[in-house]
């Protein structure tokens, strides 16, 4: 088998399950809207992940622009579909990861990278050479290639890591995605055996985490069956990890105009039934949310802050 994460892989790109073989290098954008370049949106820190990856002083988040999956009720639709971002070299997103440390990140966290994971060996690699100490968290929707997340051994130290149906056509209906549900638990599975492998979970004394998985639900109105359906599933691969069930689900405009469940919020009682399910399975680290979110903290700015010069710099308040 040959080595997927190399620069090669462009050639026709099968870096993601879709395996479209767009011809990136030679300046073709695949279903993920990535060409050839590399597109950031904005690289800071940020404080609402969970409380092991944000901690006190945040993560240090780098958005990347484009998206494999194809999520109608997207609420980063600026970004992932949008093709908002600007070019940078992959040098610059080796300063960029040193740029967030210096600001005092937790973490480095790459943030939807998975069409650009060509990159990440060489990237994070020079990044710890130049002095980069931080763990590197990898930030994913979950429709991962498990020779992908294997490559990433060594490499990344968290995966933060979605799993978003449990139904097939669910997936492919709200996401235009034909094989989510078994490619997230593969990948999932992968995940686990990698971090086992490496010692099992670390955290350091302020409970950061320093090596682990968290693995992400965001509970869609009118889909907590399916949600729960999620939960066996994710205690079948991995068993009792740490799990954060979200209920911020916000209606695009999209979703407001097509009208039905997905035009409106997770009401009380859907959350409630899906965290129950969870304390039912046994998991016993689980992150929730209070108050319904619907909170436009939890989607910051896509402004490029960070991007093309160190966020603190251009916050106006150097080091
Ligand atoms: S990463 Fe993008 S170009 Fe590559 S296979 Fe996936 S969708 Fe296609």
Not at 147 to 165: N, P
Not at 270 to 275: A, I
């Amino acid at each position: 088998m040959h080595t997927l994460l190399t620069p090669d892989a462009l050639d026709a790109c099968d870096l993601c399950p879709r395996c479209c073989r767009a011809a990136r290098a030679k300046g073709a954008r695949g279903v993920c809207g990535a060409d050839s370049t590399l597109k950031i949106a904005r690289a800071a820190l940020h404080m609402w992940e969970e409380p092991p990856i944000s901690g006190e002083v945040g993560s240090g988040t780098i958005f990347f622009s484009g998206c494999p999956l194809k999520c109608i009720y997207c609420q980063n639709h600026q970004i992932s579909t949008g093709g908002f971002g600007i070019e940078v070299s992959p040098e610059r997103l080796v300063d960029i990861m040193l740029e967030l440390q210096d600001q005092g990140a937790l973490n480095i966290n790459l943030v939807t990278a998975t069409h650009y994971a060509h990159l990440l060996p060489a990237a994070i690699t020079a990044a710890r050479q130049r002095g980069l100490k931080i763990p590197i968290v990898y930030n994913t929707s979950g429709y991962e290639r498990v020779q992908a997340v294997a490559e990433l051994a060594g490499l990344v130290d968290v995966w933060l890591t979605d799993f978003k149906y449990a139904d097939v056509a669910l997936a492919r209906s709200l996401s235009h995605v034909p094989d989510y549900p078994d490619v997230a638990a593969a990948a999932l599975a992968q995940m686990v055996s990698q971090i086992n492998a490496a010692g099992g979970e670390l955290l350091a004394q302020d409970g950061h985490m320093l090596r682990g998985i968290i693995v992400r639900h965001l509970v869609l109105p009118g889909h907590a069956e399916d949600s729960c359906r999620v939960l066996d599933r994710i205690w079948e691969v991995a068993g009792d990890v740490p799990i954060s069930v979200m209920n911020q689900y916000t209606p695009n405009q999209r979703m407001r105009d097509q009208g039905g469940d997905l035009a409106r919020a997770v009401l009380d009682e859907e959350y409630e039934m899906v965290l129950d399910h969870a304390d039912d399975l046994g998991f016993t680290t689980m992150f929730w949310q209070e108050g319904g979110a619907v909170d436009e903290s939890f989607t910051p700015p896509f402004d490029t802050t960070g991007v093309l010069e160190s966020a603190a710099i251009s916050n106006g308040h150097i080091g």
